[in-house]
Every structure is written in structure tokens, then in C-alpha cells.
């Protein structure tokens, strides 16, 4: 028996206690799946006939007990194996290098590798910007990232290069100047909305084969930055640049900018906007309906569909009973808006699988988590930011098949997050989402790389070590990202324990409380005293 | 049945079995695990060791300072350079028994249950019963008859009783609590106290439960129920109990085995039982570290002689430096013995036991050119002591230092700061890694070097976060000054004016005496709008008994001793002309009376209210009033109004449109508004429309044993029932916060400072717009000194309330005081950031030494002693004030 000190206890203690006391009677003989779970291992056998004794005993049981279970199935060697393949990565500050040819904070990150190492991470991921390397067009500066290769190097940790094409604001990292200086003059290379707005953090999927940038087109651009990357860096190639991941879009990934900022914490996600204003794309959209023979169709995107902040059923498009979505109309909109975004994807991994495959690199690509509304039959989220996956169709088909065709692997960002912690009415399934992507790839041998959206998630770490050890273990992961708040005293000890517990799975007894405590401590955040209004 | 073993016992269905392998549960890492836990299971694959922990050392209950300053051989030559004695505070826990015993009393009818307690303190068993058909987990009172000597009923539901040695020598502490088992008794339950920590031990949360119910209830009938004593709700499979079967009971059993089942049934469940289980207590030590510098006429050298009285193995860390940056380095050897070398930073001695007394020292002998000793003192891997969360700093250099100045925290440089950092992060890290260490070892590496890869990832990690961080601070934001979102549209209500209302309350319990407060007021007026005040209360305007203004007699004769009533309007003219609104502070409880009724008790009025006996309360024997009972609680000095009397109302509500128009008051401060039903405050809130209404709704917080209660729920209770009387039109002062900021502040338990939904716990938690907080005010402080706000930690009061949401109110004499210029700061942080009456607070962190929020995601604050710094996300932060045991950041 315990005693619990409840006196200098902070709120967190007293659920803690209160969440670990409940009697569990009920669950003996009543609740099947209670019972599986001391069953599932063989070797726990002897405890599960002890089970049936404790049954006729009339026992009670508390929740605890179920804790156990962790003990001994560890025991058992199988889960261990399937682990010595798992590598983790971590994520090195987005601005590492922001001037070209200085580190930022190189000591920091120096000091943060060593500690990496020490504690058994596989390697760091290095964000590489073409706003700071090509400050001149066809002129590169690599200096700066040459250094970080060699710390990581030199810290003997492998190397993971995202060539980003995209630009960040926070912190700010914008495009090369030369290309926004065209961009002022010539807005049609950015993204637009229906209101005629652009999204200048990175170009158009439209302009991908238009010689807009001083004679050339963005992809031979791109072709030139990528092969200037592999001559540079080919004393690191295979060793240790283990893995590239392309470019693709707004923040990197394989999307249309429809929603510009992330919703403010305790708002729900609009569904976003449809991206096919810029003239380039309502040119490419002409061109498709009238080769469809519906000329009329071409003239702009669909005349009902909500603005970024708004819900699903404030106007008639993506109803989840008679939309517009699933009318002829919006199969043809949706189908052609879709491909485009296929077809661009497959411009840049098919150049960059070129331009990499004869080395020792895995080349990969990232695929959003676009996870808002999933519960909806129409799933705006996704058709907005390209993806036609709906209830009834599964969207994610051809993107696998077009990275299975490169020989490229996904990356998917959000295996931290989980449902329990959406808000209720964004009718949002992250898990849903993921096993549906996940399975789309395994179908076309298409490997998945995960990745977290952000440290410090409601019970995030716990979601990523389900995801990364669960029936279908990823056995690269790549987390998010240093920086103060990954060493801070709030996140770097949990980190810590994190790594310790993929590399270990066999729980020391003594975790398991704490385990606990991050449970009551998702169940705070989600009794966020923000949402509650306060009676004014 | 005489030898139960336990595989019977687990085959036998009829009998409740407590399954004790404590493999099942994972006890709180805050907690010890008792090593005295038998293991009737033996399942060896299951069995997990626990770390062994340093022993435990008898507390020293209160080790008197000055005795051991005398002990402790400080050299008193004259070549002493320096000499300090650093107090130091640990945390130790000491561990001990308490069990349960229920067994039968000497006279074989009654039962006992025995709860006793090895460990020193002043314990206290806080219990009550359950009945038979009672539902949920209320308690009850016991019969009297069950009550021990000496127990205190709490409320209607509870039983104090304290746990008293039998005799000198005994070891435990115990209470016997007897009872009939025929009665209705369903179940005992109770939760232990120790009145001297405030400590509650109870059972993960829950109370213990000892039933009795399941004898009760199936009294010899079902077969196969589970029966028979125990403690249950979840305790049960924890107990490393030993199932005593009490003699009597096996005799019985025995002979009445030809009998009816039901009373064999019923004689097996009187089975008694004996609980023991280990307890932890967190007991605070005072030692003392002594250092003595002297010079050694001989070699020239400087000698630092340490001691402590710290028991156990004390290892010091230390280095010596060069100047005032404080930075570490390594001295020359010789070193004392039993020294090691630490990363090349630090040297670690082990303190050698002196001959004398249970204390341990070392001598350190150092070239001359050191400028000071620096050290910190590790009694265990997670355990470190330090000066005031700093190194502890000895000058070595006699004229250089005053002694007194060490480890003075303001002036430390970042290296130093980020060494102490880098030490908390040691801990943390190391706890979480330690076995990782341990479990690996076994497979590839010596454990030393575990050890160094350990230490090297602590350092590493905390040298990375204090770059990272000290580069997010730095760097100057871009100009993102986002455009200043729109105010939201002031509405004003008389419970909140617009909402970002900042009250200065305008005097203090002397202002009467000059006889020209308005006067001096007036000159200052400027001075308080610019410190960022938008409305200002002032003293109670009417002719009054006492000077004080707080006995009014005449109502409409508005000279009094701050001064004549053109004065007045002066004064409220140039308070408006400087963009401040004014507040009067209207009596309306009480009324002292012109003249005697028949009976020669003062009933009767004069002046322009002339109201007779019909105008008093009923209920207050002293002024014999003819009018109704009072509304609400009566103020004795004086007659209590009848505001039940609609001419006393029509009067009032003239009065205060008369003081509205006459002198230009925009609203009111209401006094002792606990006299009367709130209701008729509305009334005459609707009648006179108030800019600005606040009452003084004041009454005593909750104390259990002269200890405030955590939960002060019943208390902002009766508070938001009074503004809700007032339909909202009025604020109250919010005198629960204050409650509860002074056990926070003073006792260093900043955990009160939330409550158990992780909201501020005042009026300010429930109600904020309505909230006037404060601290302070002429009653509270000032000369009168009621119930004053803990000393020098004013700041603090001011850091919170200024922060957060609701209507702060500051007080006279600390505006006007050293403090002034840190609540101007606070307050143009509120008004910078539109701190407004309902901005939504955050509470991220409320620990025992530690209170920090966030509001609205514009505003970071902390209080305390204890250590925090706003998250680095998205936002950045940037310090905007720092005090003593407070700092406040704003988003840049």
C-alpha cells in the first residue's frame, strides 16, 4: 500500500491519485478486452490463470493493475528486435544558417549534437534554404551548411537535407530576393485565392515549366540548385547525408497554401480556400475543361465553397449531403485540381530521384496531414490543399503510386497528434488519417518517415512512440525541432526518457507513474481553463 | 482453518483475497517503497528490485541556531579574514510506520480499530462512517459513543481525534476507536493528518476504508460473497497484511461448527487484521555551513576551513575564482584529501567526520591571488544545496568583499547563472536517465563511464538551452507591431466601468488628521493619473462620529476632517480634469443618530434625513429600532439602517443622486455591504447610475486548525452571492484573493494560488469582471493594521493582481511609497498589453514555490522564489520587470 503526500501536491498529484484509484471490479468478468490484455502475451500465461483465480475470488482490482501489463509483455524479445532498426532523428533550428555563410548559434548546436549523440539518436535533420543560399540567381553559397555538415560529422551523426523552396516566416526566412523581385513584378508566378490574393512564401505549381524566371522555368532552377547541392556536398553524400527530402510546396510539403495561418489556439480550422486564381492556373483549368468539353467549367474555381475560416456547411460545396463536391461538376473541379498537384509532385521527385539516384541517398517528399473535417463525407480540408479523398474515394492512391514510380519515400509530419486531444467540433481524426495514408503506401511499397508537428503537444511523445512502435512500426523518425524549448527543463528531460524508452522498451517499473502523470496532464489541457469562458 | 496459507486462500472462493505483489502497481515516484512488503506470490519473472535509497538519517525536529553556532570551533585568532555562517534548509524524508489494526476488544463484544503512527508529529485522524443504505462516499458522523476522548466534530460530517502516545516510551502514536458490529454502521473511513506539515495522508486521494458491510449485509447468507473485514477501495492488493485470526474467533468457529451455517459464516467473518505500511514524511531541516578564512602566518597561504552539521556524506563542490564574474576554475593543488577532480571545473571533496558532535568539515589551503571560494554542497546524486539558488561565495581577499554580500543574485554574471541552471538540469536529467545507466551497464559499459556520458548530455543539454535561450531574448523583434487591434467596444456597466479600470484608492487611516486631505490630494492629482490610475476613491465625504468619516450622522452636511464640501468639488473637478473618475465612499449600513428616544437610547435623526426608530433594525437590542429584522449582519456600533423601509429608500436613492449631481461623483465604494440584502444595493445602483460601484463584502476565510484552508470555494461563494444579489451592477473587493496571497506569500505555498480547476481561487477565479482585487487597504494596513499584508512582500501582492483579470485597486500609502515606481511599471505593463477585467489567465505553474500565468498570451508573470521562464513557442518574450521574487515578460 501507498500513502499519498497530498500536501505540497499541485493540482496535477490530486487527479493523478483520483485518476489511479478507481476500482476496477467492474472490469473483471464484465469487460472482455480488459482480459486480453493480460493475454496477449504467451508468456504471460501463468499470470492469466492466476487472473481466472483472482475472478472466483470475487477479487477487486484496480486500475493499476492493467499498468503491469507493460512488465511482462517486455519480456518477451520479439518487440525489442523490430526496434534495432528504428532511427531517430532530430530536427536542427530552421535557421541554422539564415545568412549564407555563418551558423547561427554554433555553439549551441555543437553542444546539442554531442548530446544527441550521447544519448543514441541517429541524426539530425538540416533544413537548407534557397532564399539564403541563392542570393544570386545560379550563384550558390553553401558555406555555411558546409560547417554544419562537418559538425555533424565530426559529432559522428548522420545527416538528413531538406532542400526547402519555400519561405518562412517565423523565423523569417524569405525567398531569394532576385525571385521576389520578379514576384513584384509579376504576381502570376505566386498562388491566388478567390479574393485575388497571393500566397508569396513560394511559387506557383503552375510555373513549374514556364520560363518565368529570367528565361528559365522553376524547375530547371530547382535542377540547378539540387545538382549544385550533390557536387558540393558529395564528400558527404551516403556517409553522412544519409537522406534528402525535396521541396514540394508551402512549408515544404506536397500542397496548395489553402490555409494561410494555422487557427489561432481554441478556434477549429476552417476548411481553407482552393488555390486556382493565379492567371497560370486558370489557364491550365481552361485548357482541361474544354478539352473535357465543358468550356464553361473552366472559367474559375467552384462559385460555393466557404472562405478559409469557415465550417464545412456554411455554404453548399462541401455539404455532406448534396454538395456540390459530388456533383459532375465538382468530380471534374476536384479531379483536375488534384492532378495538377500529382503531376507537379512528380515533376520535382522525378528530377530530384534523377539528379540523386546514383547516390547511396534516400530521396523522400512530404505529404501533409491535412486531418481537419476527416469526419466529414467530404473531407474539405483536403480537396482545398489537393488531395481528392473523400469518403468515397480514396485520394491518396495516385500521390503513393507517384512516389512509388520515383522511388521516393513519404514523409508524414503529425504522429503526435491524437484525436483525443482535437477539439471536438472540428470533427478532425489525425489517427484516422494517418492509418489511411499509411496503408495507400504500404499498398504501393511506398516507405513512410514520420514526423511531429510540434514539441510539446498534449501527450505527443506518447503518440509518436504508439505510432513508431505499434503494429506497423516507422522506423525513421525525425523530430521537431531544437531550439530553447527542446533543451528547456520542461521538454528535454521527457525527450530524454522518450529516446530511452524506444531505445528500451522494458519499462523500469518506476516510469510508469510519470506515464501516468503525463496522462493527467493531457486531461488537464483539455480542460483548458481557455475554453472555458469565464462568466463575465 | 488454522493455518491458512496463502494458496488456499487463493483457491478458496469464499474468502477475499488481498493479492500483495506490489509488481502490480507502480508506486508515485514521490513516494518510498517499503522494503518490509512480503511476497506471498512468488513470481520471479515478475519481481522487480528497487533502487536503493541513501539512508535516512533522524530529523533533528528543531535544532536550535544560536546552540550550534556555538559549536561550531571556528578559530577565533585574530588572522581570521572572513568568517559567515550560511543557514541552509533541506528537504529530508523520513520514513515510518503506520498500521491498522482491527481486532476484538478486552470484552469480546466490541471490536477495535487501532490506527497508529511511528513517525514524530502531530498526527491527527480525521474520520467519519458510513451507514447502512447510504449512497455515495459521503461521511457521517459517528455515534457518540464511538467517539474517542478528545475528538473535535468537524462540521456535520467528520471526527478529529488526535493519536496520542500510550506512554512515554511507546514508539507509536495511536487512537483506538471501538465499536458494536451489530450496529449500522457500513464502513469506517479516514484520512490521517499531520497538524505540524499540514500534511494529509491519505490513500492515492481516497480516504481509507474499512468495511464492515459485507458481514452485515449477507449476514450468513449468500454463500460465496466476499465477506469479512478489510480495507478496501483500492488499497486492498497494496496491504502486506497478515491475516490475524483472532483466537477467540477460532475457538468459536470451532465449536459452533455443528451449528447453523449462519453463525459459522458470521463467526468467520469477524476476522481481524493487521496492517502495517511505511510512511514518508518531507520534513524541512535548518543545518548550518560555517566558513571561516584565515591566513596562515607560516606559509602565507589562506586557509578556508568548512563545517556543517549536515549528517550523512557531504561532498563539496568547489572552485575558487579570479574576480567578481564569479567563474569557476581550479585552484593548485594540494587539495584536501578525498578530493576528485569534476570535468575539469570544479573539485569535489568529501567531508571528513570530525572527532566531536555529528558534524563534518575540511580544510582548504589556497594561494593567495583567489579572489573568493565558491562552492555548492551535494549531499546525494539529486540532492544539492545552495545559497539562495546560488553558489555559495566566500571572498578571500579580506578587504575586498563585506562580508554579507555573497551570492547576491542581481549582480551574478549569465556564467553563473547558467551554471546554476546547468545543475537543476543535472538532476532532472539525471533521474530520468539514471537507469538507462544502470540496465545498460550489464551488457557494455562500466557504470563510471555510463556515468560521464551521463553527466556529459546534462551539460551539453544545459549549455544548448542557455545559448538558445539567451539568442531568443536578444534578438530585436522585426517590426511586426501588428496594427493595435481594435479595443473591443467599451460597453460600460457600473460593476465594471469599460473594463480596464485601475483603482487608487485615495487615502489611508491618517488622511482625517491634517483637516485639508482634498487640498493635498488635489495637488496630486496629475501625479496619480500619470502613473496610469483611472479612477481614484476617496474617504467618505459626510459629517461623521468618528473622524475617520466611517460613522456618519448627517448625510447632506458634507464638511468633515478631509475637508469642507467646495473642497471637495475641487478636488472631484480637478480629478476629472486630469481624465480620472471618482468614487464616494457611501455608508448606507449604519447611521449615527442625532438624539435620544424615550428610553435614552440614540434612535432618533436629524439633518434633512430626519428619521425616526422606524429607520433601525429590529434585531440590534442596543438601538431598540422599530423597523424590520436586518437584511443582512449588523454592525454594532451603530443603529443598522432598515433599508426594508421604502421612505429609508427613497431617501437614500435621493442622497446618492444628489451627491452624483452636486459634487460629481461617478460611482461608489460601498462599506460594510454585508449589513444589507444586496438587492436594495441594485435599487439604488438603477437609481443613481454609477460609472464605477464596488462593496466591501468582508468576512473571514476558512481555517482549519489556524490553517487556511486550500479550498476557499464557501467564502468567494458568499462574495458572488452578494454581487449576484446586486444583479451584478456592483464589484466586490476581492478579499479571498487577498486571503489567500498572504498564507501564499507568507508560508511559501504557492500552490493555493490555484484552485482545484486550475483557476485563480479568488472571487478573481469565478468572477473576474466583478473582482476589485487588492491588497491593501485603511482597514487592512495603513495604521489600524488589521490584517496586514505580509511585509516586503508587497511586490508580489502587486505582480498578481496587477497582471491579472480583474479591477486592481492599489493602496495609498504603497503608491506613495519605495514601491512606487515598480507599480508604475506594472501598471503600463497592464495597460500596454490590455490587461482588461476579463482577460483569461493561465495558470502554468503553481508549486510550492513557484506561481506563474500567462494572460491572454500577452502577459508572463511569476511569483515566488522558485524558477520559471515563459515558453519559447511562437510568441517570444521579452522580460518587462523584475522584482524581488517576481518577473513579468510581454510578448515583443
Redesign the interface.
Known amino acids: 500500500m501507498e500513502v499519498s503526500v497530498i500536501r505540497s501536491s499541485s493540482q496535477a498529484k490530486i487527479s493523478k491519485t483520483e485518476l489511479g484509484c478507481r476500482d476496477l471490479r467492474f472490469c473483471f468478468g464484465k469487460s472482455n478486452d480488459k482480459n486480453k490484455i493480460f493475454s496477449r502475451k504467451p508468456n504471460s500465461v501463468c499470470f492469466d490463470s492466476q487472473i481466472s483465480r483472482f475472478r472466483k475470488a470475487g477479487l477487486r482490482f484496480t486500475l493499476k493493475a492493467v499498468h503491469s501489463d507493460p512488465i511482462l509483455e517486455s519480456k518477451s524479445p520479439a518487440t525489442s528486435k523490430s526496434l534495432d532498426r528504428l532511427r531517430l532523428f532530430v530536427g536542427l533550428p530552421l535557421d541554422a544558417v539564415s545568412d549564407g555563410n555563418s551558423v547561427n548559434h554554433a555553439r549551441a548546436i555543437g553542444a546539442g549534437l554531442k548530446a544527441l549523440k550521447l544519448l543514441g539518436v541517429e541524426g539530425v535533420e538540416l533544413p537548407v534554404w534557397w532564399g539564403v543560399v541563392e542570393n544570386e540567381m545560379g550563384k550558390y553559397d553553401w558555406s555555411g551548411y558546409l560547417a554544419v555538415a562537418e559538425m555533424v560529422q565530426k559529432a559522428g551523426l548522420k545527416l538528413h537535407v531538406s532542400l526547402c523552396f519555400h519561405a518562412s516566416s517565423q523565423p523569417r526566412i524569405p525567398l531569394p530576393k532576385w525571385v521576389t523581385k520578379i514576384g513584384e513584378s509579376q504576381s502570376s508566378i505566386f498562388f491566388a485565392d478567390r479574393s485575388g490574393q497571393h500566397y508569396q512564401q513560394c511559387l506557383s505549381l503552375a510555373v513549374d515549366d514556364l520560363a518565368v524566371l529570367d528565361g528559365k522555368t522553376p524547375v530547371q532552377v530547382y535542377q540547378g540548385f539540387c545538382e549544385s547541392f550533390k557536387s558540393t556536398f558529395s564528400p558527404f553524400m551516403g556517409s553522412t547525408i544519409t537522406g534528402i527530402s525535396m521541396g514540394l510546396g508551402p512549408d515544404g510539403e506536397l500542397r496548395y497554401p489553402s490555409h494561410h495561418k494555422p487557427a489561432k489556439s481554441g478556434t477549429i480550422t476552417g476548411v481553407g480556400e482552393f488555390q486556382c486564381y493565379d492567371t497560370n492556373m486558370l489557364n491550365l483549368l481552361k485548357q482541361y475543361a474544354e478539352a473535357n468539353g465543358n468550356p464553361l467549367w473552366g472559367l474559375g474555381g467552384p462559385h460555393d465553397a466557404p472562405t478559409y475560416d469557415q465550417a464545412p456547411n456554411s455554404n453548399s460545396f462541401f455539404k455532406d449531403h448534396g454538395g456540390s463536391w459530388e456533383s459532375p461538376y465538382g468530380d471534374f473541379f476536384l479531379s483536375w485540381y488534384s492532378s495538377e498537384l500529382v503531376s507537379h509532385g512528380n515533376r520535382l521527385l522525378s528530377l530530384v530521384s534523377s539528379i540523386f539516384g546514383d547516390t547511396e541517398v534516400n530521396v523522400y517528399g512530404k505529404v501533409p496531414l491535412m486531418h481537419s473535417w476527416y469526419k466529414t463525407r467530404a473531407h474539405p480540408s483536403e480537396l482545398t490543399a489537393g488531395f481528392y479523398n473523400t469518403a468515397s474515394r480514396n485520394g491518396y492512391e495516385a500521390v503513393a503510386e507517384m512516389f512509388a514510380r520515383n522511388s521516393c519515400k513519404i514523409i508524414l509530419p503529425g504522429m503526435d497528434l491524437s484525436d483525443e486531444h482535437q477539439p471536438h467540433d472540428a470533427l478532425s481524426s489525425p489517427e484516422s488519417l494517418l492509418a489511411q495514408i499509411r496503408t495507400t503506401c504500404n499498398k504501393h511499397r511506398v516507405e513512410v518517415a514520420g514526423q511531429n508537428l510540434a514539441s510539446g503537444a498534449p501527450g505527443g511523445l506518447e503518440q509518436i512512440k504508439k505510432n513508431m512502435l505499434g503494429e506497423n512500426p516507422i522506423d525513421l523518425f525525425t523530430y521537431q525541432r531544437m531550439g530553447a524549448h527542446f533543451f528547456s527543463p520542461e521538454h528535454f528531460p521527457s525527450f530524454t526518457e522518450f529516446v530511452r524508452s524506444l531505445s528500451q522498451p522494458e519499462l523500469h517499473p518506476d516510469d510508469l507513474p510519470s506515464d501516468e502523470a503525463e496522462a493527467t496532464e493531457s486531461v488537464q489541457t483539455s480542460s483548458d481553463p481557455n475554453i472555458h469562458l469565464q462568466t463575465a | 482453518m488454522a493455518a491458512v496459507t496463502i494458496d488456499s486462500l ?4 469464499t ?3 488481498r ?1 500483495k505483489a506490489k ?9 518510498d ?1 517499503s522494503r518490509n512488503r512480503k511476497l506471498p ?1 512468488s ?1 520471479g ?2 519481481l ?1 528490485s ?2 536503493p535509497r541513501r539512508t535516512i538519517h533522524v530529523v533533528r525536529a528543531s535544532s536550535s541556531e544560536t546552540a550550534l553556532i556555538g559549536n561550531f570551533d571556528i578559530s577565533s585568532s585574530d588572522d581570521i579574514l572572513y568568517k559567515d555562517i550560511f543557514p541552509v534548509k533541506r528537504i529530508e524524508k523520513v520514513e515510518g510506520k ?1 498500521f491498522i489494526r482491527l481486532d476484538r476488544s478486552k470484552d469480546q463484544h466490541d471490536w477495535q480499530l487501532t490506527v497508529g503512527c511511528s513517525l514524530p508529529g502531530k498526527w491527527i485522524l480525521h474520520w467519519g462512517v458510513s451507514y447502512l443504505g447510504d449512497s455515495g462516499s459521503e461521511w457521517d458522523q459517528p455515534p457518540k459513543g464511538m467517539r474517542p476522548p478528545g475528538s473535535i466534530p468537524i462540521k456535520d460530517y467528520a471526527i478529529e481525534t488526535p493519536l496520542k502516545k500510550l506512554s512515554e516510551g511507546d514508539i507509536f502514536h495511536e487512537v483506538k476507536i471501538d465499536f458494536n458490529p451489530i450496529s449500522e454502521i457500513a464502513a469506517i473511513h479516514f484520512v490521517l493528518k499531520d497538524e505540524e ?10 480516504d481509507f476504508k474499512v468495511p464492515l458491510v459485507d458481514y452485515l449485509e449477507d449476514d450468513g447468507n449468500i454463500v ?3 465477506r469479512g473485514f478489510g480495507v ?9 497484511n497478515v491475516l490475524l485470526k483472532s483466537e477467540a474467533s477460532h475457538a468459536d468457529s470451532q465449536n459452533n461448527s455443528i451449528e447453523s451455517k449462519d453463525s459459522k459464516n458470521k463467526n468467520r467473518c469477524l476476522e481481524g487484521f493487521y ?1 502495517e ?6 520534513v524541512s531541516v535548518g543545518n548550518l555551513v560555517s566558513v571561516a578564512v584565515r591566513k596562515s602566518p607560516e606559509t602565507g597561504k589562506v586557509i578556508v576551513c568548512l563545517e556543517t552539521d549536515i549528517p550523512g556524506d557531504v561532498v563539496v563542490h568547489w572552485g575558487v575564482c579570479r574576480d567578481d564574474a564569479k567563474i569557476w576554475e581550479i585552484p593548485a593543488a594540494p587539495y584536501p584529501p578525498e578530493t576528485t577532480v569534476f570535468k575539469n571545473k570544479a573539485l569535489r571533496t568529501l567531508l571528513q567526520p570530525k572527532a566531536t558532535g555529528n558534524r563534518s568539515g575540511a580544510l582548504f589551503t589556497l594561494d593567495e591571488e583567489h579572489f573568493g571560494f565558491l562552492f555548492v554542497l551535494k549531499l546525494d546524486e539529486n540532492t544539492w544545496l545552495k545559497f539562495k539558488e546560488n553558489d555559495f561565495y566566500v571572498p578571500l581577499l579580506g578587504t575586498s568583499s563585506v562580508p554579507g554580500q555573497y551570492g547576491q543574485s542581481d549582480s551574478t554574471s549569465e556564467e553563473i547563472s547558467s551554471k546554476s ?1 546547468t545543475d ?2 543535472i538532476n ?2 539525471r ?3 539514471s ?2 545507466s544502470s ?2 551497464s550489464q551488457k557494455t559499459k562500466k557504470k563510471e563511464v555510463q556515468e560521464s ?1 551521463l553527466q ?2 546534462e551539460q ?6 542557455s ?3 539567451s ?2 531574448t536578444t534578438v530585436p523583434d ?1 517590426v511586426v507591431s501588428e496594427t493595435e487591434t481594435t479595443k473591443p467596444a467599451v460597453k460600460i456597466s457600473s460593476g ?1 466601468g469599460t473594463g480596464f479600470e485601475i483603482l487608487c484608492q485615495g487615502f489611508n487611516w491618517e488622511s482625517h488628521k491634517s483637516g485639508r486631505w482634498y487640498m493635498e490630494l488635489k495637488e496630486k492629482a496629475s501625479e496619480i493619473s500619470s502613473l496610469g490610475f483611472t479612477v481614484i476613491w476617496l474617504p467618505p465625504p459626510t459629517e461623521s462620529v468618528s473622524p475617520e468619516g466611517y460613522m456618519p450622522k448627517d448625510l447632506y452636511n458634507l464638511n468633515s476632517r478631509y475637508g469642507t464640501i467646495d473642497e471637495l468639488k475641487e478636488l472631484v473637478k480637478s480629478l476629472h480634469e486630469v481624465g480620472m473618475k471618482v468614487l464616494g465612499d457611501v455608508v448606507l449600513n449604519h447611521r449615527c443618530a442625532h438624539f435620544k428616544n424615550q428610553n435614552g437610547v440614540w434612535n432618533i435623526f436629524g439633518g434633512r434625513l430626519n428619521w425616526d426608530d422606524r429607520a433601525v433594525v429590529a434585531d440590534d437590542p442596543h438601538f431598540q429600532g422599530r423597523g424590520n429584522k436586518s437584511s443582512g449582519d449588523n454592525f454594532h456600533a451603530a443603529p443598522n439602517i432598515d433599508h426594508s423601509q421604502e421612505f429609508v429608500r427613497k431617501d437614500l436613492k435621493e442622497w446618492l443622486g444628489w451627491l452624483r449631481e452636486e459634487i460629481g461623483y461617478d460611482g461608489w465604494r460601498l462599506d460594510f455591504v454585508r449589513g444589507f440584502w444586496g438587492g436594495y444595493v441594485k435599487d439604488y445602483f438603477e437609481a443613481s447610475g454609477p460609472y464605477f460601484a464596488v462593496g466591501e463584502y468582508w468576512d473571514s476565510l476558512s481555517y482549519t486548525y489556524g490553517e487556511m484552508d486550500h479550498n476557499q470555494d464557501s467564502h468567494r461563494q458568499r462574495i458572488v452571492d452578494w454581487i449576484n444579489a446586486t444583479n451584478g451592477t456592483a464589484g466586490a473587493f476581492d478579499v479571498t484573493t487577498k486571503g489567500i496571497l498572504h498564507s501564499a506569500l507568507e508560508r511559501c505555498e504557492y ?1 493555493r494560488l ?1 484552485d ?4 485563480p481561487p479568488g472571487v478573481v477565479g ?4 466583478r473582482a476589485v482585487t487588492f491588497i491593501e487597504n485603511h482597514d487592512t494596513g495603513s495604521t489600524q493594521g488589521h490584517w496586514r499584508f505580509p511585509g516586503g512582500k508587497e511586490m508580489q501582492g502587486y505582480a498578481y493582481i496587477l497582471t491579472h ?1 480583474g479591477t486592481p485597486a492599489v493602496f495609498y500609502d504603497h503608491i506613495f511609497s519605495h514601491h512606487r515606481s515598480e507599480i508604475a511599471s506594472l501598471i503600463s505593463v497592464r495597460n500596454r498589453n490590455g490587461i482588461h ?2 482577460s ?4 502554468v505553474k ?3 514555490d513557484v506561481y506563474a500565468a500567462i494572460i491572454d ?1 500577452k502577459v508572463a508573470m511569476k511569483i515566488g522564489p522558485g524558477y520559471y ?1 515563459p ?4 510568441q517570444r518574450w521579452s522580460l518587462a520587470l523584475e522584482g524581488r521574487d517576481y518577473k513579468v515578460w510581454e510578448t515583443s
Open positions: 487463493l483457491q478458496n472462493p474468502l477475499v483475497f493479492p509488481v502490480l502497481l507502480k508506486p508515485p515516484r514521490s513516494l517503497c506470490l513470481r519473472s515478475c522487480c528497487f533502487n503506520f506539515t499540514g500534511a494529509w495522508y491519505q490513500h492515492r486521494g481516497m460465496g460473497a466476499k478496501w477501495s483500492g488499497a486492498l492488493q497494496q496491504f502486506s496492517e505500511q511505511s510512511i514518508v514524511k518531507e541552471y537543476g538540469i532532472e536529467i533521474n530520468l536517465v537507469g538507462l540496465e545498460k556520458i556529459e548530455i551539453l543539454a544545459a549549455e544548448a538551452y545559448i538558445f535561450r539568442s531568443i522585426e465594471t500552490w490555484s482545484q480547476k486550475g483557476k469565478w468572477w473576474p469582471s483579470p477585467c476579463r483569461l489567465v493561465k495558470i503553481a508549486e510550492r498570451e521562464e515558453p519559447s513557442g511562437s
